[in-house]
């Protein structure tokens, strides 16, 4: 009842334990049938494993979802982290709507750390439907989330009877949506190289320039050969990233050298102001020197290169060539 009547813009329940998908239906029932829905901007029911437990919600949770949207409410963010939901369950959140789509007006979804790694194919072919009409869609986060899946599932095993959770695994339904946003978040989803390629294919075949400007690969298993892949696909000149995080990934000296040729001038990554390759395999350093020393140096503004495998004299030769680039080495 208070729900009904309030005119909240903000609504968080983060690390909320006891939110099932029935207890978040009968939200979603009392926002639809009060003035709340004329004026609720954020939805927050993200749970973070912080606390010795998991998130609960399941695909049921997107329906509800997807029915106050039907309602005409003015939701700009959902954040769902941390639950168990499937790429079927994103899609209900929006596939229902009679109106105008949901995601004309939605600018942030975070779906990070469910469980996007057992959907379907139907549902991947569905959210791919629903995602065309991505028109305002700014900023999605779709990686494992803050912490290890496997690893915390595993010990609710005999606790939960809720199914482990799998990371997203194939980014080909991704490709609508890159016409909105500028910033993608796929962090801590063990990926791999052939999923990198698929994301690579999709910049690369989309038609027109794209608005993505940041973008988190980290802590996915990609090695040299996605790297390069990544490296082709932004040659095309679709997008023209300012962000860039590869961090606790495999990459090797020759993935090294061939991010390090595409921030010069005249690079795909020119445009480039962060860079992140803490925690990979790198050895030498000359191709990353060599192009910090290049002149005129793109617009790359900081370098983060901390627990690879070169040493101290490699180490102060990236010193040596930064110049005004923010460098960390520790």
């Known amino acids: 009842r208070l729900l009904a009547q309030a005119q909240l813009r903000h609504l968080r329940l983060r690390e909320n334990s006891l939110l099932d998908d029935k207890g978040l239906a009968r939200l979603c029932a009392a926002l639809g049938q009060g003035t709340a829905k004329g004026s609720l901007r954020v939805l927050d029911v993200s749970f973070s494993a912080d606390f010795g437990s998991s998130g609960q919600l399941t695909d049921e949770a997107g329906k509800s979802i997807g029915e106050l949207l039907t309602t005409g409410a003015q939701l700009q963010e959902l954040r769902l982290r941390g639950h168990r939901l499937t790429l079927g369950g994103l899609a209900h959140c929006f596939g229902s709507c009679s109106t105008a789509s949901p995601l004309e007006i939605l600018?942030?979804?975070?779906?990070?750390?469910?469980?996007?790694?057992?959907s379907s194919e139907k549902a991947a072919n569905h959210i791919l439907d629903v995602l065309a009409g991505a028109h305002g869609l700014q900023e999605l986060h779709i990686g494992g989330g803050p912490v290890e899946l496997d690893d915390f599932d595993d010990e609710l095993e005999n606790?939960?009877?809720?199914?482990?959770?799998?990371?997203?695994?194939?980014?080909?339904?991704?490709q609508?949506?890159?016409?909105?946003?500028?910033?993608?978040?796929?962090?801590?989803?063990?990926?791999?190289?052939r999923a990198a390629r698929e994301l690579g294919r999709a910049v690369a075949d989309s038609k027109g320039p794209l608005p993505l400007t940041c973008l988190d690969l980290s802590c996915n298993l990609i090695n040299e050969c996605?790297?390069?892949?990544?490296v082709d696909c932004f040659r095309s000149?679709?997008?023209?990233l300012r962000w860039l995080d590869l961090s606790e990934n495999s990459a090797s000296d020759e993935g090294a050298e061939s991010l390090a040729n595409e921030i010069r001038a005249d690079g795909a990554f020119s445009e480039?102001?962060?860079?992140?390759?803490?925690?990979?395999?790198?050895?030498?350093?000359?191709?990353?020197?060599t192009a910090l020393r290049a002149r005129p140096l793109a617009a790359l503004r900081e370098l983060d290169v901390c627990e690879n495998l070169f040493g101290d004299v490699a180490a102060r030769q990236l010193l040596s060539a930064a110049g005004d680039v923010r460098l960390h080495l520790e």
Do not use: F, H, M
């Not at 979804?109 to 057992?118: C, E, K, V």
């Open 226 to 230: 996605g790297v390069e892949a990544l």
């Open 272 to 289: 480039l102001r962060y860079l992140a390759l803490r925690g990979n395999a790198i050895g030498n350093v000359a191709a990353l020197c």
């Open 237 to 240: 000149g679709q997008a023209r």
């Open 107 to 118: 600018r942030v979804i975070d779906i990070s750390g469910n469980n996007l790694g057992a």
């Open 176 to 193: 609508p949506a890159l016409r909105s946003l500028t910033s993608l978040d796929i962090s801590r989803a063990e990926l791999g190289d």
């Open 159 to 174: 606790s939960s009877p809720l199914p482990a959770r799998k990371p997203v695994a194939q980014l080909c339904w991704l």
